[in-house]
């Protein structure tokens, strides 16, 4: 008996080749993306108050006893808190 050269599983055989290298490049690239993808951004810093304080102060909005003053009544939220 001789096999047909198109035989039906003959074209089933190849199309589950065909599924498992796209399975199989599908993880490799989604592998590759992963391993080169940046590493995220670092978090913004948003100034803190203290910090404001100090700028304000060094750019003459404030005097140093509005400044103390600011500066003891955030101390006191500190403890608060």
Do not use: C, N, Q
């Amino acid at each position: 008996m001789m096999h047909d050269a198109l035989d039906p599983s003959l074209g089933w055989i190849l199309l589950g080749l065909t599924v498992w290298f796209a399975v199989i490049g599908g993880a490799v690239a989604a592998t590759v993306r992963a391993i080169r993808k940046p590493p995220p951004h670092p978090a913004t810093r948003y100034p803190s108050p203290l910090d404001i304080l100090e700028r304000r102060l060094a750019s003459g909005e404030i005097t140093h006893e509005e400044f103390d003053e600011a500066r003891a009544r955030l101390r006191e939220h500190e403890l608060d808190v």
